[in-house]
C-alpha cells in the first residue's frame, strides 16, 4: 500500500507541472485583417523613413502613405509616437530543430553520414516549439533553418514563423550548406601537431573535389538522360541534390571561418562557378579585401561571441561585419543559434556600436538578408505589394529597452504571447503558500 501510495503522488505530482506547463505555454489565437496602422514612423530601409500609415490586406502590404482613408472595413491600429520597421530576417538558425540543446532527442538538425544534402531542414521544423513564439515577439518574423554536421549536412530552408505546419510557414527558398575543409584547430583541446593537421586538411580538399567532381558528371549524366528520354541507372540521391547546386539553379551555403580558408573558399568557387555564399567568416576582416574582390556575399555571426585566438583584439567578433562592409562586402548578420535567435537585434547592435552604423546594420538583419538570397522583391522593406511582415515598436528594435508591441507575419496580427512572458504574468500574480 505504502508502494502504491508513493506512486500515486508521484503521478500526481507530475500532472500537476504537466497542468502548469501547458497553462505556461499556451499562446493566443492569430488575427486576421485588413489591418491600418495610423500615423507612425515608418523605417521602410529602402526608401528612407516617413510619417504615416501602412493598410494591410491579406499578406500584403497594399497601401503607404500620409492620411490614408481606403474604402471598406477594416481594423485601426493607432500607432502614434511608434515605430513600424520590416521584419527582422536570420539567415543562420536550428530554430525549430532543436528544442532543448543538452537533451539529444529534441536536437534534429545533424544527420548520420558526412554527404547527405538531400536532408532536407523544412521535414524537421516544429511549428509548435516554444522558442518560435518567443523569437518573433522579438521582431524576427523569417528565418533560414540549417543543418549541421558532416561536409554537406543537408538543405536550408527559409520559413515566416507563423503557421501550423512546416508547408504553411515555407517561404520557398533552398539552399545546400558545405562545411568547407578546416586547416585549424577544433578547438583548445585538440592535440593534433601541425604536420596531422595539414594532412587531414589536405585529404579533406581532395575528398571534396572528388565529391564535386562525381556530382558535375552525374548532372552532366542526367541531362543527357532527358534527353534521350531514359532514366539513370542506380539512383543516387546525394547526387541527385547537388544538380541543381552544380547547374547554379540553387545556392551553396559554405561555412568557413579561418582567413587562410576562406581565401582557399573563394578560390575553390571561382574554379568551380559554384553560385555561393560564405557563412560564418569570423575572420573575415583579414582578408575582406579578397572577398569584394571576388564579390561573394556574406552571412556573418555571431557577433556576439569570443576572439577565436587568443591574441586577437577583445573586439574582433564586433568589428568583423564593420570591416567587410567598408571593404565593399555585402554582409547579412545571423545569430546561428537555436534557441536564442531573438538576440539577433543585438548582434546587430554590437555590429552598428563598432562600426557598421545604425543603418546598415539594421539593413544586414532585413532587406540585405533578401537581397542576398534573391527575394528582395518580396522581402526585407516596407513598400506596397510585398509581404506583410513588420512589427511595431516604442524605440530602436536593436536597443534592449525596446518594446516591440506588436507583430505581423503574412498579414497576420500575432499573439505577443510567448512561454517567457506567459510564466512572467503566471507567477507576477501568484498567491503566497500556493
Not at 490586406?57 to 520590416?86: E, R, S, W
Not at 543562420?92 to 538531400?118: A, H, K, R, Y
Request: aromatic content about 8%; overall charge positive.
Amino acid at each position: 500500500m505504502t508502494i502504491i501510495r508513493t506512486y500515486t503522488i508521484i503521478f500526481t505530482t507530475i500532472l500537476c507541472v504537466a497542468r502548469l506547463a501547458v497553462q505556461a505555454q499556451m499562446v493566443g489565437k492569430s488575427e486576421s485583417g485588413p489591418f491600418l496602422l495610423k500615423n507612425a514612423m515608418i523605417h521602410t530601409i529602402s526608401k528612407g523613413v516617413l510619417t504615416g500609415d501602412i493598410l494591410i490586406k491579406g499578406d500584403v502590404i497594399t497601401m503607404i502613405g500620409a492620411n490614408l482613408q481606403p474604402p471598406g472595413k477594416f481594423t485601426v491600429i493607432d500607432c502614434t509616437g511608434k515605430h513600424i520597421y520590416p521584419g527582422m530576417i536570420d539567415l543562420g538558425t536550428q530554430l525549430g530543430l532543436s528544442e532543448i540543446e543538452s537533451i539529444s532527442v529534441t536536437n534534429d538538425f545533424n544527420e548520420i553520414g558526412d554527404v547527405v544534402p538531400q536532408m532536407l531542414a523544412l521535414t524537421a521544423v516544429n511549428p509548435n516549439t516554444v522558442t518560435i513564439p518567443v523569437t518573433r515577439t522579438h521582431g524576427i518574423t523569417t528565418v533560414l533553418v540549417s543543418p549541421k554536421g558532416g561536409r554537406f549536412p543537408g538543405t536550408a530552408a527559409l520559413i515566416d514563423l507563423h503557421g501550423y505546419t512546416p508547408a504553411q510557414m515555407d517561404a520557398t527558398f533552398r539552399a545546400v550548406v558545405m562545411n568547407f575543409p578546416s586547416s585549424g584547430r577544433r578547438g583548445r583541446y585538440d592535440r593534433r601537431s601541425d604536420e596531422d593537421i595539414k594532412k587531414e586538411s589536405e585529404k579533406a580538399f581532395k575528398k571534396l573535389n572528388e565529391l564535386w567532381d562525381e556530382a558535375v558528371l552525374y548532372a552532366r549524366m542526367d541531362s543527357t538522360a532527358k534527353v534521350q528520354k531514359t532514366k539513370l541507372q542506380g539512383y543516387q540521391p546525394e547526387m541527385d541534390a547537388l544538380k541543381a547546386v552544380v547547374r547554379k539553379q540553387q545556392p551553396l551555403f559554405i561555412e568557413v571561418n579561418k582567413s587562410t580558408d576562406i581565401i582557399q573558399a573563394l578560390e575553390w568557387i571561382k574554379k568551380t562557378g559554384a553560385k555561393a555564399v560564405l557563412t560564418g567568416v569570423a575572420e573575415g576582416y583579414r582578408v575582406a579585401d579578397k572577398i569584394a574582390a571576388a564579390g561573394i556575399a556574406v552571412v556573418t555571426g555571431p557577433v556576439l561571441d569570443t576572439p577565436r585566438r587568443p591574441y586577437d583584439k577583445y573586439d574582433a567578433p564586433y568589428t568583423n561585419a564593420g570591416q567587410m562592409l567598408k571593404a565593399g562586402v555585402k554582409v547579412a548578420i545571423r545569430s546561428d543559434e537555436a534557441e536564442n535567435v531573438r538576440n539577433l537585434p543585438f548582434n546587430a547592435g554590437f555590429a552598428a556600436a563598432y562600426g557598421m552604423g545604425k543603418e546598415e546594420a539594421y539593413r544586414s538583419i532585413s532587406l540585405t538578408p533578401a537581397e542576398i538570397i534573391g527575394m528582395a522583391d518580396r522581402y526585407g522593406s516596407l513598400e506596397e505589394g510585398k509581404i506583410a511582415n513588420l512589427f511595431i515598436c516604442d524605440g530602436d528594435p536593436m536597443e534592449t529597452k525596446t518594446k516591440i508591441e506588436q507583430v505581423f507575419i503574412r498579414g497576420w496580427k500575432i499573439p505577443m504571447e510567448n512561454r517567457h512572458t506567459l510564466l512572467y504574468d503566471e507567477f507576477l500574480q501568484r498567491s503566497p503558500g500556493r
